[in-house]
Every structure is written in structure tokens, then in C-alpha cells.
T-cell receptor, first 113, second 110 residues
Framework: SQQGEEDPQALSIQEGENATMNCSYK?????LQWYRQNSGRGLVHLIL?????REKHSGRLRVTLDTSKKSSSLLITASRAADTASYFC?????????????FGTGTRLQVTL | DAGITQSPRHKVTETGTPVTLRCHQT?????MYWYRQDPGHGLRLIHY???????DKGEVSDGYSVSRSKTEDFLLTLESATSSQTSVYFC?????????FGPGTRLLVL
């Protein structure tokens, strides 16, 4: 079963604009992570936010987490053409040492010049 | 890429034939994973390993088996490939709660 669902499925913006992607999930989590996938490549980890955190920043990335609504958002500020990729949220419900992630279906971001 | 390689990178096979995909890591990580990626489904966990000879099933394990006889290698076997197993397969390792992915294997079952 799919734990995370991203919204929107696709997003097209111009360079310099901000991009916001949302993720909803169904069960309690240990942490939530965002990954990027360029076409034809493997996924690359972007940022991890724990269940007791509400907001986290990394460079041009800002992630929020609302555990009461079981939702997260990823904001990319001042987007660049190189940000064109698919973005996935992934939830980890395991509090043990094994990281077992459940991925959403992804948001496809297109940044045009 | 955390020293993860997958082989082969592309494979075309026929229904009913056995297929083995290999994942190799160079950094001695304990946890390794196999996912498949299909349009509309994101990544789904097939099997994972938490040590040599220690494996467990994921969400979509039917039709797949795995083996891990050495820390660095995690093999995924399709005993009798079916067209529904046409997909892109990704291997990953876990380090500090995040996962690092290999480049993927594109498998086409005709």
C-alpha cells in the first residue's frame, strides 16, 4: 500500500519561481524524507525531517511537517533549470535500526528558462 | 552514489526464464534493499537484507527471491520471469537513516 501521496503529480514553473510540493501519508511515522530523481537515474536523498520536528532548511530547500494532518511540504526557492526532476517523499515508520521506507508516487517538476 | 553498482544495467529476457540482478557495494553497509519502480507506483520495496544471510520480504516480494552470501553483494532473482516484472530495479543501502541508490537496472520481459 502506498504510504505517501504527492500533490501535484506534475508542476511546471519558470526559473526563479518557487516550487511547492506536498505529501500526505496514512500512519504514524518516525521520520519523513524527500528524494530527487533525475531522468534515468537513481534517487538522491535531499532532506530528512523527524516526527518531532516541524520545519527544516537545507540551502534552497525548506521542508515542513504537520503530524496532526499527516502531511509534509517541500519548498524549493528560486528554482533553476537544474532542479528539473521528479521528487518523492518517503516515510519511515520503523524506530529500529533498519530504515524501511515507503515512497509516494512523486511530483514531476519542470523548470523552464 | 555511495559506491553502489548494479549489473546488468539493461536486460531483455523472455517469459519463463530465470534472471538474476546483482547489487554490489564497496562501503561495508549492513542494510541493503531491492526496489522496483513503475509508472504510477513510485518505488516499492521487494526485499531487504540486514546482514549476511539475513533477509526479509518487502511489499511486493511474490515472484522474487534474494540472497546475500557476502556483505558487499545482494542478488535479486526472478525464478521465472513474467511480463508483469518488466520494470526498473533499484538497489539501495542504508546509512544513518537515509538511503543511497544505485543507478538502476532496466528489465524488459517479453
Amino acid at each position: 500500500s502506498q504510504q505517501g501521496e504527492e500533490d501535484p503529480q506534475a508542476l511546471s514553473i519558470q526559473e526563479g519561481e518557487n516550487a511547492t510540493m506536498n505529501c500526505s501519508y496514512k500512519t504514524s511515522i518516525n521520520n519523513l524524507q524527500w528524494y530527487r530523481q533525475n531522468s534515468g537515474r537513481g534517487l538522491v536523498h535531499l532532506i530528512l525531517i523527524r516526527s518531532n520536528e516541524r520545519e527544516k532548511h537545507s540551502g534552497r530547500l525548506r521542508v515542513t511537517l504537520d503530524t496532526s494532518k499527516k502531511s509534509s511540504s517541500l519548498l524549493i526557492t528560486a528554482s533553476r533549470a537544474a532542479d528539473t526532476a521528479s521528487y518523492f517523499c518517503a516515510t519511515d515508520v520503523d524506530t529500529g535500526t533498519a530504515s524501511k521506507l515507503t515512497f509516494g508516487t512523486g511530483t514531476r517538476l519542470q523548470v523552464t528558462l | 552514489d555511495a559506491g553502489i553498482t548494479q549489473s546488468p544495467r539493461h536486460k531483455v529476457t523472455e517469459t519463463g526464464t530465470p534472471v538474476t540482478l546483482r547489487c554490489h557495494q564497496t562501503e561495508n553497509h549492513r542494510y541493503m534493499y531491492w526496489y522496483r519502480q513503475d509508472p504510477g507506483h513510485g518505488l516499492r520495496l521487494i526485499h531487504y537484507s540486514y546482514g549476511v544471510k539475513d533477509t526479509d520480504k518487502g511489499e511486493v516480494s511474490d515472484g522474487y527471491s534474494v540472497s546475500r552470501s557476502k556483505t558487499e553483494d545482494f542478488l535479486l532473482t526472478l525464478e521465472s520471469a513474467t511480463s508483469s516484472q518488466t520494470s526498473v530495479y533499484f538497489c539501495a543501502i542504508s546509512a544513518s537513516e537515509t538511503q543511497y541508490f544505485g543507478p538502476g537496472t532496466r528489465l524488459l520481459v517479453l
